[in-house]
């Protein structure tokens, strides 16, 4: 099966401008997850989808972050203004069942560098 | 606050060498699971550990849980070069949504 695809794979810009991440999940998972990554730390959770409804954003940073699933497949999440310590992978997972138990598939991830 | 706390936080051995890493919290947790990343791509579920005191094996891979359902440890016997890269444990979050992880252990193993 294919897996969870994401896009860009690296992006660059400076602070304070806006940047938005893509992520298709695997065909048939209902669950979507947005993770931060910072250099030498594990995943943080931004934002879980159930569907196209969210489950859980508590720590999303609402004053600048947004996501949406539109049609409860796709994904997009957007920064705007984008902050120097935003800089960090930024990885969607997918997972057949809304408990944590099972295990996520994870994309590559995007790669963001803010100056 | 579910914290997951993984040692040694770098290893670097050589080919051939058994380590073993650690994962622990002061919380009880229903599951346990081991992820390893590569540079450049997301985490890559290896295993999941249900059952406290249960030992799952992978390969050269051994993962431990503990009786108290609080720890894990990966076993590695014989390191490759291709076992380089970041392990980390993960555990579920109190309402059971999602996954929290530790700052991972990064491994170099050297031809």
């Known amino acids: 099966e294919a897996g969870v695809a994401q896009s860009p794979r690296y992006k660059i810009i400076e602070k304070r401008q806006s940047v938005a991440f893509w992520c298709n999940p695997i065909?048939?998972?209902?669950?979507l997850y947005w993770y931060q990554q910072i250099l030498g730390q594990g995943p943080k959770l931004l934002i879980q989808f159930q569907n196209n409804g969210v489950v859980d954003d508590s720590q999303l940073p609402k004053d600048r972050f947004s996501a949406e699933r539109l049609k409860g497949v796709d994904s997009t999440l957007k920064i705007q203004p984008a902050k120097l310590e935003d800089s960090a992978v930024y990885l969607c997972?997918?997972?057949?069942?809304?408990?944590?138990?099972?295990?996520?598939?994870f994309g590559s991830g995007t790669r963001l560098t803010v100056v | 606050t579910q914290l997951l706390e993984q040692s040694p936080q770098f290893l670097s051995i050589q080919e051939g060498e058994n380590l073993t890493v650690y994962c622990n919290s002061s919380s009880v947790f229903s599951s346990l699971q081991w992820y390893r990343q590569e540079p450049g791509e997301g985490p890559v579920l290896l295993v999941t550990v249900v059952t406290g005191g249960e030992v799952k094996k992978l390969k050269r891979l051994t993962f431990q849980f503990g009786d108290a359902r609080k720890d894990s440890s990966l076993h590695i016997t014989a390191a490759q070069p291709g076992d380089t890269g970041l392990y980390l444990c993960?555990?579920?979050?109190?309402?059971?949504?999602?996954?929290?992880f530790g700052a991972g252990t990064r491994l170099t193993v050297k031809p």
């Open positions: 065909s048939g998972h209902a669950t």
């Open positions: 997972a997918s997972s057949l069942s809304q408990t944590a138990n099972y295990g996520y598939t």
């Open positions: 993960a555990g579920p979050s109190y309402n059971n949504n999602d996954m929290r």
